[in-house]
């Protein structure tokens, strides 16, 4: 069932959030050995899903919804799936928590997600891997995997809180077959969203169906004075798509995952070209790595075993203390990203990296602004690949895990919005297409998208 459908029902009396609320955290609960959910959240869910039932106004009355452990929600264990802020429980909600409630939403838990949100795959969480909902011996993909898992297989309405900074939405949906949206930069707050590169972080739905995103992103954006880098402006109302330009450089895939990707393309009826993009795709991937690493590695910092989460008797110099306590917590994906991001900051390389990695950002924001001139919408697979199993993954090196956002970087660096529908299965696995607008032009991806679901 629908979102829309379902809250009509609790507005009518006919079905119960607080009965639908208990069945969802029984599923959790059976669906443990996936290892979707860091917490569930079960007595501030059945307090909201009360409240739903007695006074079922909101646009999302009654409505289960799960958060990237990223997301505070106030008194309710946040790690970002770290050790190191095991324990953490914060004395607010983020923003988005704040309008997701004021609609009558039931906030059921925290869904497991790559520390940080450093991976692609989901297999870098210190809490247990999850696994893909449609083969257990292959990974959800990441970092927003347990929001994507749980998505595909719940039985239940439900919308996932997503975020992504290099394609930590699009990624997950694609390998588990369902759809997300990742907006603009800027159009939802980040307040009360723990960064992983505040210059790149998005947070957005992920749902069985387009209607669902529809819905919940309109709760969600919006201005927000807690959050500087949030827009002071609407969708556009514009939801025509005309031309869609389909990215040359990211045919060079499976030709399986390309047949797919055509195919759904076709089904549009839309009239496409094939356009080269030569900078967003060569250039992106590296721009984006310096860039993301740059500023993880500084947002990184506050994490000393003081203020938040792990703590311990301070008996050594604070330098020691310091060092002891993220030595012991964070694990190897967060080490490389601290030493990189600031090996590419530092005084003597800065040039050479961090700053040609702006320079190049720019040129890649140029190219796709000459681009949405002519086009109203781009095309292109989500992923180059389907689902690996988890003893693939296991053979790759550090640099083939971040060569895996190749298509999905270029969106996230410039900041515009894509949608990731499901365009089949291949292997029995789905496959992913995903559609890029310009800012602000979500309204054209939410036509398309529903135009073309099936799942
Ligand atoms: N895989 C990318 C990274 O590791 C993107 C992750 C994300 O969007 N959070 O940086």
Redesign the pocket.
């Known amino acids: 069932m629908k979102a829309v459908e379902y809250v009509e029902k609790i507005k009518s009396g006919e079905l119960s959030a607080v009965e639908t609320t208990k069945a969802v955290i029984k599923e959790i609960k059976k669906l443990n050995d996936y290892n979707y959910f860091n917490t569930i959240s079960e007595s501030l869910a059945l307090e909201l899903a009360e409240r739903a039932d007695k006074n079922p106004k909101g646009r999302l009355a009654g409505l289960p919804v799960s958060l990237k452990d990223d997301l505070c929600i106030k008194g309710v264990e946040t790690t970002c799936s770290s050790n190191i802020l095991k324990g953490y429980k914060p004395t607010f909600n983020a923003s988005v928590v704040e309008k997701l409630i004021n609609e009558g939403a039931v906030i059921i838990g925290k869904t497991n997600q790559?520390t940080f949100?450093?991976?692609?795959f989901n297999v870098n969480t210190d809490y247990k891997i999850p696994k893909n909902p449609l083969d257990t011996t292959r990974v959800t993909g990441?970092?927003s995997g347990g929001a994507a898992g749980f998505t595909a297989l719940t039985k239940f309405p439900h919308v996932a809180i997503g975020?992504?900074?290099?394609?930590?939405i699009a990624?997950p949906c694609s390998f588990c077959g369902v759809t997300g949206m990742t907006p603009t930069y800027g159009l939802v707050s980040r307040y009360g969203l723990i960064d992983?590169a505040n210059s790149l972080d998005k947070i957005g739905p992920i749902a069985k169906n387009v209607e669902d995103l529809e819905l919940v992103l309109d709760v969600i954006k919006g201005n927000d004075k807690k959050d500087s880098t949030s827009l002071n402006e609407d969708l556009k109302n514009d939801n025509k798509v005309k031309k869609i330009g389909l990215i040359k450089e990211t045919l060079n895939v499976d030709p399986k995952i390309k047949d797919l990707v055509l195919k759904k393309l076709n089904e549009t009826g839309i009239k496409y070209d094939i356009v080269s993009l030569p900078t967003i795709t060569k250039s992106s991937l590296s721009s984006y790595?310096i860039i993301?690493m740059a500023e993880a590695s500084t947002n990184l910092a506050k994490y000393c075993g003081m203020r938040y989460g792990q703590e311990e008797k301070v008996n050594l110099p604070f330098n020691e203390y310091f060092s002891n306590i993220r030595t012991k917590n964070f694990n190897k994906e967060i080490k490389r990203r601290i030493i990189l991001g600031t090996f590419t900051r530092m005084a003597g390389y800065r040039d050479a990296f961090y700053l040609k990695a702006m320079k190049v950002r720019t040129l890649v924001i140029e190219e796709y602004k000459k681009t949405f001139k002519k086009y109203d919408l781009l095309v292109s697979p989500t992923m180059p690949i389907i689902a690996p199993k988890f003893s693939e993954v296991n053979k790759l090196k550090p640099k083939d895990h971040?060569m895996m956002?190749i298509m999905t970087v270029g969106p996230?660096l410039a900041g515009i919005p894509h949608i990731s529908l499901n365009a089949g299965t291949y292997n029995k696995m789905p496959v992913g297409i995903m559609f890029m607008g310009d800012y602000l032009n979500e309204k054209k991806l939410f036509n398309i998208g529903n135009g073309l679901q099936d799942n």
């Open positions: 790559d949100g450093f991976g692609s990441g970092s975020e992504s900074t290099g394609g930590s990624a992983y790595y993301a971040y956002d996230n």
